[in-house]
């Protein structure tokens, strides 16, 4: 519900934050009439350290001379607060002395590692993912980092696809509400506390739509499945206030994202009046040349300019070719000019003018890199972030008072591949802070509690050496934990893979040990969905570990050992095999639906698997149980205008204290335009001890019941709607239906909206 009534001390603050916009917007165009055009191509070029990198990188050894001349506005990958101060002292030499902006891919924490993106949206803990990303925005600004490329808000249906590690998942609604909250961990209160640093939603746009799930490749789609399902995170982390978005590599309908106008300016800048900066990916101009878009790099240049991307991330397309564009009279230098004014607009509100070097602090980084609060709230998040596939003969939790167990696989003793594909690599940092999943095991079990290892096998090798000792050691056990996965850096940028099955013949280990009777608990460690039939159908007891971060180890004993219960729930379908990609819960009937999973005949299906997914949307087990009870509509008819109010009385049935994610799901029975078998509409996370009941409630207004038409507006329209309450996607408790209808002649009509907020 929107609070309308606003204090009298909220409202000068209002002005005041008006009064300062009209004092930064002077300070910036007073800036701007010093500066010649090869100063303003300045600001928005931005280089590379000589640190990890993800394209090719620049060679230039005069970037220094380059900076002290104002001919860099940006740099990446410069870490820590001396190295920052170091390449801002150079900035100080320039003519204008305008400050350089650090940015960083701070993608799933800074030094202190949270789990990957994709896990954490198993958490579906709003508060939690916010504190990740709070974190992380502290560590880094300490570091001297004003900018991270994160979050990654694209939607992803293809599992194959690599990048699938940095975003939300599937789901449009779940995503946009996990874009709003790591916007608003990241900047904080308000740009310029030092504790925050500047968002970037990214790739814009549908960069997670690539054709067959290989990385960089094209994009083809409508417009209206464009904004109905790809641009809403982008707009829920605008109005969370990010400060930058990125375009993405891939074309979408045969233009290059970086040169699209339409999604830029027409979109972006335009019917959204976003005001911060747009900063290319890398070399993304360039590569506008091998898309067969843009002849050179001059041309590429103008392309890029002209669509609205502001910053040029290591292509040097604008460091050679802007100004003399601008020259030439082909770019106006207008166009420049709305450029420049947006990075030095973002660089004023960091405070960079008044003190370039407040970020960099080398006391306040060695006081927030030892923070023990932000180790804790790594162990937390990981742990929301674990998901119990299966726990069918209630091996877990494992006692600590067990005499002897095996701790068996690839994965055990493993330190800096918890961080996953996209964690910060700080070089004087040693990796004795990271928790192996084996340190984590030794700290929990009991004194009289007898440990032993195995590797078994490589991740990737055929190798089966190792086969023989691990069964040895399996058979001295009462209860043997395997850990298998895919290797940390096969998801992740450039990580496409044809085939997502456990890599090696890790597999073949899984059923050599399940010969030896013993209880076996299978842990899943992997940035995507896996596919894993064999063991998903003959091992009773299944953890799906993620990557998560550097406090792994910890994490999973306790949810291994009953002192986290377990609370995720899947971001993502798993596919039976790759093809069934793309697989989405969210599909539409078609006009031959099949009856049940098993149905083949003349119906929309494979012939030769079942209909269904391994693992739905939504799934995700705990150690004590839940009934859902007494769904009450406070209507059945329900007017455009109104709102739905839903109530449903969740019980926790188990002997143990539990958490559970309560899920709203609508189906719009007929439409202008085919809806969907199911969406996504509310969730709500809840705690309930052994045998309480909490009424859960929901709003439903006209926002949920709309879609977008051809028009591209979002409207709703009358008819019947399914309502259905649940704990996964296909575990639907309870259900019940109710009537839109038109507002009464003469009353505001609120039927045509714009897009959904978080």
């Not at 984590?440 to 991740?459: E, W």
Request: hydrophobic letters at 40%.
């Amino acid at each position: 519900m929107k609070n309308y009534y606003l204090s009298i001390p909220f409202l000068l603050l209002s002005f005041s934050g008006i009064s300062q916009q009209k004092s930064i917007d002077q300070r910036v165009n007073e800036l701007l009439q010093k500066m010649t055009i090869e100063e303003k191509v300045g600001q928005l070029n931005q280089y590379s350290g000589d640190n990890t990198v993800t394209g090719p990188l620049t060679i230039n050894p005069n970037k220094e001379q380059e900076i002290k001349a104002g001919k860099i506005g940006s740099m990446l990958n410069i870490l820590g607060a001396q190295y920052t101060r170091q390449y801002q002292d150079l900035a100080m030499q320039s003519r204008l002395k305008i400050p350089l902006l650090f940015g960083l891919d701070v993608i799933h924490g800074y030094k202190t590692t949270f789990p990957i993106p994709l896990a954490e949206a198993a958490s579906w803990d709003l508060a939690a993912i916010e504190l990740s990303a709070r974190v992380a925005a502290r560590e880094a600004a300490s570091s001297g980092i004003h900018w991270t490329f994160a979050p990654m808000v694209d939607i992803s249906r293809d599992p194959r696809w690599g990048r699938v590690m940095e975003g939300a998942g599937e789901d449009t609604y779940l995503g946009s509400k996990i874009a709003y909250a790591r916007v608003k961990g990241f900047q904080g209160s308000q740009l310029g506390d030092v504790t925050s640093i500047m968002a970037c939603a990214k790739h814009f746009a549908a960069y997670g739509a690539a054709i067959g799930g290989r990385d960089y490749n094209s994009v083809d789609m409508s417009e209206r499945a464009l904004w109905e399902t790809y641009l809403p995170p982008f707009k829920a982390a605008l109005d969370a206030g990010a400060a930058t978005f990125m375009n993405s590599f891939n074309d979408i309908n045969g233009i290059p994202a970086t040169g699209n106008q339409y999604i830029q300016r027409d979109i972006l800048k335009g019917k959204w009046n976003f005001k911060g900066f747009v900063v290319s990916d890398w070399n993304s101009i360039g590569e506008m040349i091998a898309h067969g878009y843009s002849k050179d790099s001059k041309e590429a240049a103008q392309a890029a300019i002209t669509a609205g991307s502001d910053m040029d991330m290591e292509s040097n397309a604008y460091r050679f070719n802007l100004a003399q564009l601008v020259k030439e009279g082909k770019v106006a230098e207008s166009l420049v000019d709305d450029a420049v004014r947006r990075v030095l607009r973002k660089k004023f509100e960091l405070g960079l003018f008044d003190d370039p070097y407040r970020y960099s602090d080398a006391k306040r980084q060695q006081k927030e890199l030892t923070n023990p609060e932000n180790t804790k709230a790594a162990r937390e998040m990981a742990a929301k972030s674990i998901v119990l596939l299966k726990n069918e003969n209630k091996v877990l939790p494992l006692s600590k008072e067990a005499k002897t167990i095996a701790f068996i696989g690839p994965m055990v003793k493993l330190k800096r591949a918890n961080h996953g594909f996209w964690a910060v690599d700080l070089k004087d940092v040693d990796s004795t802070y990271i928790v192996s999943q084996w340190e984590g095991l030794q700290r929990k079990v009991g004194k009289n509690t007898k440990l032993l290892y195995a590797k078994g096998c490589g991740i990737t090798d055929t190798n089966k050496a190792g086969f023989k000792e691990a069964i040895d050691v399996a058979n001295q056990a009462d209860v043997v934990i395997l850990s298998v996965g895919e290797r940390h850096d096969m998801s992740g940028e450039a990580k496409s893979r044809s085939t997502i099955n456990l890599p090696g013949v890790q597999e073949d280990l899984i059923k050599e040990l399940q010969k030896t009777g013993k209880p076996i608990v299978v842990l899943i460690n992997a940035g995507r969905p896996l596919v894993f039939n064999w063991t998903a159908d003959n091992m009773p007891t299944i953890v799906y570990s993620w990557w998560l971060g550097s406090e792994a180890g910890n994490a999973i004993a306790d949810v291994l050992f009953g002192d986290y219960n377990p609370s995720g729930k899947l971001p993502m379908t798993f596919p039976r095999n790759e093809g069934q990609i793309p697989i989405y819960y969210n599909h539409l009937n078609t006009g031959r639906p099949a009856k049940d999973e098993n149905d083949h005949i003349y119906v929309s299906a494979y012939t030769d698997i079942k209909n269904s997914p391994k693992f739905e949307f939504g799934y995700g087990l705990s150690y004590t149980t839940f009934a859902y009870s007494d769904l009450k509509l406070s209507k059945t008819t329900v007017r455009k205008n109104e709102n739905l109010e839903v109530a449903v009385t969740v019980t926790n049935t188990g002997k143990i204290a539990g958490e559970e994610v309560v899920q709203l799901y609508l189906k719009d029975k007929v439409a202008s335009i085919v809806r969907p078998v199911k969406e996504l509409k509310g969730f709500q996370k809840i705690k309930l001890e052994a045998g309480e009941s909490k009424t859960v409630r929901f709003t439903v207004d006209n926002e949920k019941l709309s879609f977008y038409h051809n028009d591209l507006e979002l409207r709703s329209e009358a008819g019947e709607f399914e309502l259905m309450v649940g704990s996964s996607s296909e575990d639907i408790r309870q259900k019940s239906s109710f009537e839109l209808v038109e507002n009464p002649v003469g009353s505001k009509d609120e039927s045509s909206l714009g897009l959904p907020k978080p």
